[in-house]
T-cell receptor
Framework: EAQVTQNPRYLITVTGKKLTVTCSQNMNHEYMSWYRQDPGLGLRQIYYSMNVEVTDKGDVPEGYKVSRKEKRNFPLILESPSPNQTSLYFC??????????????FGPGTRLTVL | RKEVEQDPGPFNVPEGATVAFNCTYSNSASQSFFWYRQDCRKEPKLLMSVYSSGNEDGRFTAQLNRASQYISLLIRDSKLSDSATYLCVARRNNAGNMLTFGGGTRLMVKP
């Protein structure tokens, strides 16, 4: 089944404890992206990747890191989580972004609470 | 001011009603537009793209007005299963950082 998977789905952690949220897609998509969703603010892009070893900042990259060593995986790393990073996180992928738009497929989301 | 703005609702409508949502965008360089649907605590899924000439997909009609910078979604003959949050999305005219999401409009269809 074609899908985007994220792990963990739920995580409660404490301030400063490094964590990684994994994202994997099995559709051979070039483009992958991370978003966070907060009430009243909608989805905001954190980082994106156009292809392997190519990553760039989105709208709200502070406090996050990403890597794209393989096409299928795009982990999100919080080196020192803080309470303002409590949010619902979505990973998304699409075949490519140019020349025309291809639908972005979203993972099921990771609900993160930082105490 | 947010780049893509929507009325958060909720819109409470009876089954069978017609309901319309509007969305405004501020970045005149936005190239294309979409409506995504998000069920409670689930991931967003593409509902439909929005074309300049307007487009229809079954009970759903999307319109784009570039001069006034707004997008609309019309749902006819509402079903209970239409209850969800509808996200207005604009595609930016630059590399990579492609999609800007509105905050969403919540629709609740009642029996």
């Amino acid at each position: 089944e074609a899908q985007v998977t994220q792990n963990p789905r739920y995580l409660i952690t404490v301030t400063g404890k490094k964590l990684t949220v994994t994202c994997s897609q099995n559709m051979n998509h070039e483009y992958m992206s991370w978003y966070r969703q907060d009430p009243g603010l909608g989805l905001r892009q954190i980082y994106y990747s156009m292809n392997v070893e190519v990553t760039d900042k989105g709208d709200v990259p502070e406090g996050y890191k990403v890597s794209r060593k393989e096409k299928r995986n795009f982990p999100l790393i919080l080196e020192s989580p803080s309470p303002n990073q409590t949010s619902l996180y979505f990973c998304a992928s699409s075949l490519e972004l140019r020349p025309s738009y291809n639908e972005q497929f979203f993972g099921p989301g990771t609900r993160l609470t930082v105490l | 001011r947010k780049e893509v703005e929507q009325d958060p609702g909720p819109f409470n409508v009876p089954e069978g009603a017609t309901v319309a949502f509007n969305c405004t965008y501020s970045n005149s360089a936005s190239q294309s537009f979409f409506w995504y649907r998000q069920d409670c605590r689930k991931e967003p899924k593409l509902l439909m793209s929005v074309y300049s000439s307007g487009n229809e997909d079954g009970r759903f009609t999307a319109q784009l007005n570039r001069a006034s910078q707004y997008i609309s979604l019309l749902i006819r003959d509402s079903k209970l299963s239409d209850s969800a949050t509808y996200l207005c999305v604009a595609r930016r005219n630059n590399a990579g950082n492609m999609l800007t999401f509105g905050g969403g409009t919540r629709l609740m269809v009642k029996p």
